[in-house]
């Protein structure tokens, strides 16, 4: 028996409105448990804030990143600034690497997660205008080795020296760590200088460092807690600024880099 090709688009047609009939429903309210049981999370987050007289606008995507990249000759910040002008910028890096190739894949990237932006400005005035601060990029944990050539930094920093329980502290500067190179120290002499460090190891088994940012400012701002649970920073000062205190440590201090070879794509078949 030979079935004809039109009998088989008919059979064809009719399975296909019968199923499309059957997968029809109408929307209905979940119950309160059944919602319950529902949960997400967005992509991006918007928070606004205020504090010390400052709005603050803060945009935070909920990802985790990994980055292995090597970065030369960062100078941020380059303008005349009296009391210390050192290298004559607020951010004098030679060489800054994240990731290093030498002890296994897990050290080849560094971990970020949730980076954010967060912009402040002084609330509107009687024309109606509001006045933009300046602005901070952060994330919210940081996890990972760096390699670090570092010749003046402007911020608040705290390096914990790995074979020891000394602490490179600019809350110790008499300048307040603007433009510091870490060998001036009011209490004490400094345990070592940013000179003297080779490697940076970001986290540690209790998890990963939680406050670093970066921070562009016409005038000095205080920051809220950019995560839940920790105490505010130190108070950000005008121009360029970095902050990282939480769980950072200097893996050496003999100012050798460690090496961050990129990876090596090979083709199939070799």
Same mark, same amino acid.
């Given at each position: 028996?030979?079935?004809?090709?039109?009998?088989?688009?008919? +059979?064809?047609?009719?399975?296909?409105?019968?199923?499309?009939?059957?997968? =029809?429903? =109408?929307?209905?309210?979940?119950?309160?448990?059944?919602?319950?049981?529902?949960?997400?999370? !967005?992509?991006?987050?918007?928070?606004?804030?205020?504090?010390?007289?400052? %709005?603050?606008?803060?945009?935070?995507?909920?990802?985790?990143?990994?980055?292995?990249?090597?970065?030369?000759?960062?100078?941020?910040?380059?303008?005349?600034? &009296?009391?210390?002008?050192?290298?004559?910028? %607020?951010?004098?890096?030679?060489?800054?690497?994240?990731? @290093?190739?030498?002890?296994? %894949? $897990?050290?080849?990237?560094? $971990?970020?997660?949730? #980076?954010?932006?967060?912009?402040?400005? @002084? #609330?509107? /005035? $009687?024309?109606?205008?509001?006045?933009?601060?300046?602005m901070r990029l952060g994330f919210e944990g940081v996890s990972g080795?760096?390699?670090?050539?570092?010749?003046?930094?402007?911020?608040?920093? !705290?390096?914990?020296?790995? =074979?020891? &329980?000394?602490?490179?502290?600019?809350?110790? %500067?008499?300048?307040?760590?603007?433009?510091?190179?870490?060998?001036?120290c009011a209490v004490a002499a400094c345990p070592f200088s940013l000179?003297?460090?080779? /490697?940076? =190891?970001?986290?540690? !088994?209790?998890?990963?460092? @939680?406050?670093?940012?970066?921070?562009?400012?016409?005038?000095? +701002?205080?920051?809220? !807690?950019? +995560?839940?649970?920790?105490?505010?920073?130190?108070?950000?000062?005008?121009?360029?600024w970095m902050n990282w205190r939480d769980k950072l440590s200097a893996?050496?201090?003999?100012?050798?880099? #460690?090496?961050?070879?990129?990876?090596?794509?090979?083709? #199939?078949?070799?």
């Amino acid at each position: 028996m030979s079935i004809r090709p039109a009998s088989i688009r008919s +059979v064809l047609l009719w399975l296909t409105l019968l199923g499309s009939a059957a997968a =029809q429903a =109408q929307l209905a309210p979940l119950p309160d448990a059944e919602l319950a049981r529902v949960w997400g999370q !967005a992509m991006v987050a918007i928070s606004n804030t205020s504090s010390n007289g400052l %709005d603050f606008s803060r945009l935070t995507l909920n990802a985790d990143l990994k980055l292995s990249a090597n970065f030369s000759n960062l100078r941020l910040g380059e303008y005349n600034y &009296a009391p210390r002008n050192g290298s004559g910028a %607020d951010i004098d890096i030679a060489r800054l690497q994240f990731g @290093r190739s030498d002890l296994g %894949d $897990a050290q080849r990237t560094v $971990a970020l997660s949730n #980076p954010y932006f967060e912009l402040v400005y @002084r #609330p509107a /005035s $009687a024309a109606g205008e509001r006045e933009i601060v300046g602005m901070r990029l952060g994330f919210e944990g940081v996890s990972g080795a760096f390699g670090l050539n570092a010749k003046t930094l402007s911020g608040s920093l !705290a390096i914990a020296d790995s =074979q020891s &329980a000394n602490i490179l502290d600019s809350r110790q %500067d008499p300048l307040g760590g603007k433009r510091w190179d870490g060998s001036t120290c009011a209490v004490a002499a400094c345990p070592f200088s940013l000179a003297q460090i080779g /490697s940076l =190891q970001a986290g540690d !088994a209790a998890g990963p460092s @939680r406050d670093l940012f970066l921070a562009v400012l016409k005038s000095a +701002v205080q920051f809220p !807690a950019a +995560v839940a649970g920790m105490a505010a920073p130190d108070l950000a000062q005008a121009g360029i600024w970095m902050n990282w205190r939480d769980k950072l440590s200097a893996g050496n201090l003999n100012a050798v880099l #460690p090496p961050n070879l990129p990876l090596q794509l090979v083709k #199939p078949g070799g």
